[in-house]
């Protein structure tokens, strides 16, 4: 292929999500991979770009004003300037290949007029969440409660939202469904996400499950253990210093996001429930965005849960931080802490730990308990459990051997040449030769 699109629903030079920094990453990866190819790069934006046009960021990236009016089924507005603004854009310019990734503020009206001006191009829709599947923010969680929802139909939906008629719910699907059927294949970075999506509805056959791409990634293997976690004791070794008063001052690193699915409460909470004497063994540091984009009742619930522990000097706050801060601030950490209570995908801040060695702790469900292997890169945390969180928090700050352990076990990543090489491969093979895994 000479011409690759890559379409994204975000510039991660404008918003922190791991979906932007994946799609930023598969672009890079196919201009380090493909370097005599033109690889370009469109990004919806929601400021500065008036909406539906599109303009130029820089060489070869572009920016598409956000213009989706309807949140429900990603329907666009401003369909007169967005359809005379992609015609445009395609006027010199007919790629072979278009990957998107995620199809959130791009809108279903973009996508179908793309498709209509390529009609030969091959279309390929990276998956990052479930919006699609899930009206309540993609999140599978029951509206108005913390109880993750493991299918979607008309009637669980109905119950969720019970001010729409059963059949919205159906009209939404196949609203979705139509869009679907515009694409050729599909990429999932987790099995997680892929079974969800097949269950749903779409075809297997269609899919392959490819890790993102890690712009700081070198490549090292390292030996899996081997060893069963399941019923293993994963402290054993550690057993005498964690019973002892001696201990191992320790930092666990959150990072990412703060919205009330992340389970940021969870973590204080259980801070909370550590004895002040055990405030010596350990610090948390927490460097998330967007807390000021949440309800205020949210924002008054951590600030109340956080106030007293960074008196007690058991709390850092290190607020957001840029892409070139991140290697500095998790060298400063010995463990990665993720108490989701949502399912998540394939949260891109785990490959980012095993670039930098650490251990993730991590809730045992969806894409985190996939991507962490339980006693081999991490420890696996009964999601929402406060007194189990407390727990955890309290051996782990003492335990060397485990630690030490776990830092072995981790495997690096793929990096974005990798990436852009194992989705050509994909994007080149038939429905025969596709491996799902």
């Known amino acids: 292929m000479r011409t690759i699109l890559v379409v994204s629903h975000a510039h991660p030079d404008f918003s922190k999500g791991g979906g932007e920094v994946a799609a930023y990453n598969a672009y890079n990866g196919f201009r380090e991979a493909y370097p005599d190819c033109d690889v370009r790069f469109l990004a919806a934006v929601n400021s500065g770009v008036l909406p539906g046009k599109i303009v130029q960021y820089r060489e070869n990236e572009y920016l598409l004003g956000g213009c989706v009016e309807d949140p429900r089924l990603l329907r666009n507005g401003h369909t007169q300037v967005l359809a005379a603004s992609i015609k445009d854009f395609f006027n010199n310019y007919e790629p072979e290949l278009v990957n998107f990734h995620h199809y959130f503020n791009i809108g279903t009206d973009a996508i179908i007029h793309m498709r209509r001006i390529l009609p030969k191009a091959q279309f390929v829709m990276t998956l990052h969440e479930f919006l699609a599947i899930c009206m309540n923010d993609g999140q599978m969680i029951k509206r108005g409660s913390t109880s993750l929802c493991k299918e979607a139909n008309e009637f669980l939906c109905g119950k969720c939202f019970p001010e729409h008629e059963l059949s919205f719910f159906a009209k939404r699907k196949n609203t979705f469904m139509s869009i679907f059927a515009l694409f050729d294949k599909f990429i999932s970075p987790s099995d997680f996400l892929r079974d969800r999506y097949v269950a749903w509805g779409l075809p ?234």
């Open 204 to 437: 297997l056959e269609k899919f392959a499950v490819i890790e993102n791409g890690q712009a700081d990634a070198k490549h090292a293997l390292v030996a899996d253990s081997g060893v069963e976690t399941s019923t293993v004791d994963i402290f054993a070794d550690d057993r005498e210093d964690i019973d002892a008063s001696s201990h191992f001052p320790a930092t666990f690193g959150y990072f990412g996001q703060i919205n009330p699915y992340k389970g940021l409460d969870i973590l204080l909470m259980a801070l909370q429930q550590l004895v002040r004497d055990e405030y010596t063994d350990l610090v948390v540091e927490i460097n998330g965005a967007n807390i000021e984009t949440q309800t205020g009742e949210f924002r008054d619930r951590i600030k109340k849960l956080a106030d007293p522990l960074l008196e007690a000097g058991v709390l850092r706050w290190n607020g957001p931080y840029e892409r070139t801060e991140l290697e500095v601030r998790m060298r400063r950490a010995d463990w990665l802490v993720i108490p989701s209570i949502w399912w998540e995908n394939s949260p891109m801040i785990i490959q980012e730990a095993y670039i930098h060695k650490l251990p993730v702790i991590a809730s045992s469900i969806g894409g985190m308990a996939e991507k962490v292997k339980h006693g081999v890169t991490g420890i696996h945390v009964t999601p929402g459990a406060v007194t189990e969180w407390a727990d955890i928090l309290r051996k782990a700050s003492k335990a060397k051997n485990l630690h030490h352990r776990l830092k072995s076990g981790i495997e690096l990543p793929p990096d974005c040449k990798q990436m852009a090489l194992d989705y050509m491969a994909f994007c080149n093979s038939t429905p025969e030769t596709v491996s799902t895994n």
